[in-house]
């Protein structure tokens, strides 16, 4: 991963790693509550050794007390000092335990020990302390006394008196916040770094450049009323998603800059990803630019885009296929004049074996004779072999990606499958992507690098074996239903047949 994927990968997950935080300053917070206070009191006391006050017999002296005082902050925490602080202030306590109370340490290079005392009540830890002073005094008395009368050669004295501290020594509420938010952090970074790496789903461009470098054509938002109003039409001129299939419409152009494409097959890797809505308004999107439009339903097994745009699916592409009617009799006009659809017509038990057919070539060949460009509405790759098999007889091919619903491994599956009957994919199209965040497309313009080769022929080599023989559209072509006139001849350009 490049750093600039992390970063995408904290914006696309940033709620998550705000709560976790949250509740890591909640945990903090709700154990800084809970948590007993402690007091703590200290004292202070100093290791002087008795002499007669030469100079070497102070350095002696400061020597020998240095080397002592380590063994003095040992005995602090003896029963043998403890004992009787118990006693004298009538502690609950054993020796061993009032020992865990208590802490003694001694500076470097010097003669002090430090003395505190850690208890819930600050009183009691101020006078715990003091008495341990004491005690320890006494007891070192004992210890450093001679076997004769004399006086003990150590004197310790207390310099810091032990007082009833103010405030608690713990919880350390700010220590206690700092280390939740710190805990909470992590924990949410490190849960959106694992929910990425394991979530398999394409949720924006990111996602697919690590599956393919094929163009991506556009990025088409999601509405939530596209659900209700499907059509380009339904939507306002000047709405996102409008632009979107304006912008669609337009980069087609430039990956099909040489022409070769004509007939262009939309299709997905798996159901519900919106290639039927994409087809029907990439058609309506081109034919509002002024092209003659065709726009096929070849999905025979859940065909849609009769329901989109208020059709009769009973007669149509199938029809034409078995030869029942002639396909100037099957078109349907829709719009302001310049797109035909041509619907599924009734579902065969055998839609791969019609697609594949030779009927269905020819049919296209006609097709683009008369019509400036054809859109195929195609099934999905994955579930049937329809599309793979329809591709051989079009130019080119546009798979629709489904934000957050398609998995990598299976857009991979989707255009191996493609790959393996050589067909052209132009591109793929972003769907369902959202308005803002680290996921919403951003649009852009082609690299060269993008675009198709000029020269050469994209169809299959039974396509161009095909069009020698194909029978040409006479030039007064027209469509009709249900026996009614509907359009001219002059709707339809003559089409260079080669």
């Given amino acids: 991963m490049h750093l600039h994927d992390y970063f995408r990968i904290l914006r696309r997950n940033w709620l998550l790693i705000i709560a976790a935080s949250l509740a890591g300053l909640l945990i903090g917070g709700a154990a800084s509550i809970l948590t007993k206070p402690t007091y703590t009191a200290e004292t202070q006391l100093f290791v002087s050794i008795q002499g007669s006050g030469t100079v070497q017999e102070l350095q002696q002296g400061n020597t020998f007390g240095q080397a002592r005082v380590q063994s003095y902050v040992k005995i602090v925490g003896s029963p043998i000092v403890l004992q009787p602080v118990i006693d004298a202030l009538g502690l609950p306590a054993t020796a061993e335990d009032l020992a865990n109370q208590v802490k003694a340490t001694t500076d470097v290079n010097t003669v002090l020990i430090n003395i505190s005392v850690s208890d819930s009540s600050p009183v009691q830890a101020s006078a715990i302390a003091q008495e341990i002073g004491k005690s320890l005094i006494r007891t070192v008395a004992s210890l450093e006394k001679p076997d004769s009368a004399g006086a003990s050669p150590v004197s310790l004295s207390i310099i810091k ?63 939530q009323d596209a659900t209700k109003k499907p059509l380009l039409t339904q939507a306002a001129a000047q709405s996102p998603r409008a632009e979107s299939f304006r912008q669609l419409r337009t ?36 034919a509002q630019a002024g092209q003659t439009v065709c726009l096929i339903d070849a999905d025979l097994r859940r065909p849609m885009v009769n329901e989109y745009l208020g059709l009769d699916r009973g007669a149509g592409l199938t029809t034409a296929l078995v030869g029942t009617a002639d396909v100037n009799d099957l078109l349907q006009p829709w719009g302001e004049g310049n797109l035909f659809v041509l619907a599924s017509g009734q579902i065969p038990p055998n839609p791969s074996e ?36 329809l591709s051989q007889h079009v130019g080119g091919v546009v798979v629709v990606v489904g934000s957050q619903k398609l998995k990598r491994q299976e857009l991979e599956k989707a255009l191996d499958a493609l790959g393996m009957v050589g067909a052209n994919i132009l591109g793929v199209v972003l769907n369902r992507l959202p308005v803002k965040g680290p996921d919403a497309y951003a649009y852009s313009y082609y690299s060269n690098d993008d675009r198709p080769e000029k020269g050469g022929d994209t169809r299959s080599p039974r396509r161009a074996r095909a069009a020698a023989d194909a029978p040409v559209p006479h030039e007064n072509m027209h469509a009709t239903t249900a026996g009614t006139e509907l359009r001219s001849a002059t709707t339809f350009p003559a089409g260079n047949t080669q």
Avoid: W
């Fill in 161 to 223: 008196p032990a007082k009833a501290p103010t405030s608690p020594s713990a919880p350390n509420t700010r220590i206690n916040l700092l280390l939740g938010l710190v805990f909470g952090l992590s924990l949410g970074i490190g849960s959106a770094v694992l929910r990425t790496t394991v979530d398999s789903r394409i949720r924006g461009e990111g996602d697919l450049r690590n599956v393919t470098d094929a163009p991506i054509l556009g990025g088409i938002a999601f509405d």
């Fill in 354 to 389: 019609l697609l594949g057919s030779e009927e269905m070539g020819h049919l296209i060949e006609r097709l683009e004779n008369a019509f400036d460009i054809i859109v195929v509405d195609a099934p999905p790759l994955l579930p049937v072999t329809d599309a793979a098999v």
């Fill in 251 to 286: 980069n087609l152009q430039f990956a099909n800059v040489s022409g070769h494409a004509k007939t262009v097959l939309v299709t997905s890797s798996v159901p519900g990803e919106g290639k039927s809505t994409t087809a029907t308004n990439l058609a309506i999107a081109l």
